[in-house]
């Protein structure tokens, strides 16, 4: 059985970025669609961005792109999502998925708060 | 971007009675569609993929119908362990766009 499981809670201060992680066990990353996705009570469910198999291409949101970096390692199976010049409306749940949201990790809380 | 407008936003309803919920897309998405439940603090759940396709464990109780702009999520027969939130996801195009959220409440 396929399992993503991500790092721990965060808390930043607004202007400084944060790495999330999500491992994955049963399958791997490079083979299946991955995508970041977060969660806020304001905004619902927004997706980040993510790597298409198919072009082996990772695409960026438009409103992330140039403040998020997304990176897989095949060699340890992880994949990670880095957003910069947190802002605090960055605050919010952080979840990777994969298969078009088939298996999602835990859920990373990311508190950006000065 | 594709919207994807989801209907109601909230729906109160009684143990047995039946439950649609109704996603619309802004363009033609084909069947490229999920559905998702998700219970306060926990991760979401799929439930339908390929807009009809009843995921693994999921009860009978689920499904899913639609093609093209318009999607139907119904629950049968509701059960008290079906409150939560629902949610769908298109998947046709990036980027990838969720419904709104429709909060299910047993009366």
């Known amino acids: 059985q396929v399992q993503l499981v991500q790092s721990g809670a965060e808390v930043r201060k607004p202007g400084a970025s944060v790495k999330v992680s999500c491992k994955v066990s049963?399958?791997?990353?490079?083979?299946?669609?991955w995508h970041w996705v977060r969660q806020t009570a304001a905004k619902g469910l927004e997706w980040m961005g993510g790597?298409?198999?198919?072009?082996?291409?990772?695409t960026y949101a438009q409103k992330f792109r140039g403040r998020v970096i997304m990176t897989e390692d095949s060699s340890t199976d992880t994949a990670s999502m880095e957003l910069t010049s947190l802002r605090n409306e960055d605050t919010a749940v952080y979840y990777c998925?994969?298969?078009?949201?088939?298996?999602w990790g835990q859920g990373t809380l990311v508190t950006v708060s000065s | 971007d594709i919207q994807m407008t989801q209907s109601p936003s909230a729906v109160s309803a009684s143990v047995g009675d039946r439950v649609t919920i109704t996603c619309r897309a802004s363009?033609?998405?084909?069947?490229?569609l999920a559905w998702f439940q998700q219970k306060p603090g926990k991760v979401p759940q799929r439930l339908i993929y390929?807009?009809?396709s009843l995921q693994s464990g999921v009860p009978s109780r689920f499904s899913g119908s639609g093609s093209g702009t318009e999607f139907v999520l119904t629950i049968s027969s509701l059960q008290p362990g079906d409150s939560a939130t629902y949610f769908c996801?298109?998947?046709?195009?990036?980027?990838?766009?969720f419904g709104g959220g429709t909060k299910v409440e047993i009366k």
């Open positions: 998925m994969i298969g078009m949201g088939r298996t």
């Open positions: 049963g399958d791997s990353f490079r083979e299946i669609s």
């Open positions: 790597f298409d198999p198919t072009d082996g291409l990772i």
């Open positions: 363009q033609g998405i084909s069947n490229s």
């Open positions: 390929a807009s009809s």
């Open positions: 996801l298109q998947h046709n195009s990036f980027p990838l766009t």
